[in-house]
């Protein structure tokens, strides 16, 4: 079994920012892709970013320039630093990590982390 722990998450003023924090444990061998998404009410969960084994990231427009994605290999660790904090950024932000099982790329979620930006 595969555990997503998020932290980090808060309340603060526009302009601000914050860094969540998510860290994965269990049975794990490798993890591919990890990334966070982000859900606002009555909004579908969307992609925030997103960063390979590698390295390499993805980030959706609406946070280019913004926010950073980054990760620890050796510690099965991901990082969103959020710089420029705007209103709509308000959501709850969920850690996925696609951990590989033999053949197979498994998902696996956090439980979610509050980030809510006042005006």
């Known amino acids: 079994q595969v555990q997503l722990v998020e932290s980090g998450g808060g309340l603060v003023q526009a302009g601000g920012s914050l860094r969540l924090f998510c860290a994965a444990s269990?049975?794990?061998?490798?993890?591919?892709?990890m990334g966070w998404y982000r859900q606002a009410p009555g909004k579908q969960r969307e992609l925030v970013a997103s960063?390979?084994?590698?390295?390499?990231?993805n980030l959706a427009d609406s946070v280019k320039g913004r926010f950073t994605i980054s990760r620890d290999n050796a510690k099965n660790t991901v990082y969103l630093q959020m710089n420029s904090l705007k209103p709509e950024d308000t959501a709850v932000y969920y850690c996925?990590?696609?951990?590989?099982?033999?053949?197979?790329?498994?998902?696996?979620w956090g439980q979610g982390t509050q980030v809510t930006v006042s005006s």
């Open positions: 269990g049975s794990i061998f490798s993890i591919n892709a």
């Open positions: 996925n990590a696609g951990v590989v099982r033999g053949l197979y790329v498994v998902d696996y």
């Open positions: 960063i390979t084994s590698s390295g390499s990231t």
